[in-house]
């Protein structure tokens, strides 16, 4: 007979040594610190940088550190205006998530509502796509759910090197429920298939999934793009996607503890540590150490990593393959060119219609995070020219007569990694003249709403 083994006996110690968590609003004149001490195991980190970045915080300092059985980690924050987090409902949330009640130990979700990040959104059929990029390809996404009579109610899209990544949320537009009839299914699945396959040489695979998965979505965006880093060696580059400064990354190995020392220079934003930190996870590393810092143009971050069987990076091909999928994570929120963000009344084919707009005016979308709260489209595209010259402000305006008549649209200017401060300005400045009036403040679209109501 075998022994009986308790299923709750693993998460004793952190049931006797629950986590902690501090946020301290004194130590530091601009910041917010944000403390988390708990009992180890293997992807807390990821869960913790996971929660401040669906709350759009930026994290401009850090310092980890999980030898041994414990975890501690100091997040230096501010919210998305760069200030202090101060609002009290973020500050409560931030308690509850981290703290003994948090979502490190494991627990049954009881909640009747499905949630993207933390935008609770309803029943819903989860649409993963993957496949090979090109001019007008949203739009035609778009359209092939407004004509299977899908609501698309959440989406965030991502490209990088001539390749898409997407997560769309539809229900039914008749019942509002989850779509899961499979003859249904079946028939989208194969239209969009067809409009995924590429042209020419690009070889790598097409993927349609219809997921009720709990999987962050930007989490699922990684992994489903690792898998092109980690199996196409010689990707292709289309001519709006060259990147002008390339992030550094290095790899040495630290005899004297065994790791192997991942260092990252680029040019700083929001989620850089998430997206390090989320990619060595899905690529099966654990981070022990890490130091993250940042002078307000360029990151700097130092992780001390090993695999999850305790061995460190000895071959050249391995340490090629880390460092390529780590610049690869960099880059794919890097946008260029313009966002245009719009605010207006939802309804069935909205997405539709505007992707088509931009299509007809020679716009491609390089990123799109896509929302229905309380019945508001909210919803932001990065564009850009196709050919990979700067889009012409005239194209700007035309988007903004044709599309504002029905929706809101607040036009940005998304500068150049390699501009110059003159031009920055230059460029900000005409983005001023486009936009007229800022109606909102948008953020990550995911991280701005708790249980349907804004928090920041």
């Not at 997040?75 to 948090?102: C, N, W």
């Not at 001019?135 to 299977?148: E, M, N, Q, T, Y």
């Not at 429920?177 to 699945?189: S, W």
């Not at 005239?394 to 649209?409: H, N, S």
Request: glycine share 8%; proline share 4%.
């Amino acid at each position: 007979m075998r022994p009986y083994f308790d299923p709750e006996y693993e998460n004793f110690n952190q049931r006797i040594n629950p986590p902690r968590v501090c946020i301290d609003n004194l130590a530091c004149d601009d910041c917010t610190l944000v403390k988390v001490d708990s009992m180890n195991k293997t992807g807390i980190l990821l869960e913790v940088v996971q929660v401040l970045s669906d709350l759009d915080l930026t994290i401009s300092k850090a310092y980890i550190t999980s030898d041994g059985g414990w975890f501690m980690d100091v997040f230096h924050v501010t919210d998305p205006r760069g200030r202090k987090v101060t609002d009290q409902t973020t500050i409560d949330y931030i308690e509850k998530a981290l703290g003994p009640e948090s979502n490190i130990l494991p627990k049954r979700d009881t909640s009747p509502l499905k949630s993207v990040g933390m935008h609770f959104i309803g029943d819903h059929t989860a649409i993963e796509l993957l496949g090979t990029d090109r001019p007008g390809l949203l739009s035609d996404i778009f359209a092939v759910l407004k004509d299977s009579n899908c609501n698309v109610i959440a989406a965030e899209v991502w490209t990088h090197r001539m390749r898409v990544a997407c997560v769309v949320y539809v229900n039914d537009v008749g019942s509002g429920k989850a779509v899961d009839d499979p003859n249904r299914l079946g028939k989208i699945e194969e239209q969009l298939n067809n409009l995924l396959r590429g042209q020419g040489d690009d070889s790598r695979g097409v993927r349609t999934n219809f997921s009720m998965g709990s999987t962050p979505v930007d989490r699922r965006l990684h992994q489903l793009m690792l898998s092109d880093v980690e199996t196409d060696t010689d990707a292709i580059v289309g001519p709006s996607e060259v990147i002008d400064v390339k992030p550094v990354v290095t790899i040495e190995r630290c005899e004297e503890k065994a790791y192997s020392v991942v260092n990252v220079k680029c040019k700083d934003r929001p989620k850089l540590l998430f997206d390090i930190v989320c990619t060595l996870t899905d690529m099966e590393f654990v981070v022990f150490h890490a130091s993250v810092t940042s002078d307000g143009s360029y990151g700097l971050q130092e992780l001390f990593i090993r695999r999850k069987d305790g061995g460190t990076l000895d071959s050249k091909d391995e340490v090629e393959k880390v460092i390529k999928c780590l610049e690869a994570a960099i880059l794919r929120r890097v946008s260029e060119g313009f966002s245009l963000e719009l605010c207006g009344k939802d309804r069935v084919g909205l997405l539709s219609d505007v992707t088509r707009v931009l299509r007809e005016h020679g716009l491609t979308v390089a990123r799109a995070d896509v929302a229905t709260v309380g019945g508001q489209a909210m919803n932001v595209f990065y564009v850009r020219d196709p050919s990979g010259k700067p889009v012409n402000p005239t194209t700007i305006d035309a988007v903004r007569k044709e599309v504002g008549q029905t929706i809101m649209l607040n036009v940005k200017n998304v500068p150049s990694n390699s501009a110059t401060p003159s031009k920055v300005a230059q460029d900000q400045a005409a983005s001023t003249s486009l936009a007229k009036s800022n109606f909102f403040s948008f953020g990550g679209l995911f991280g701005k709403i708790l249980s349907g109501s804004n928090m920041l």
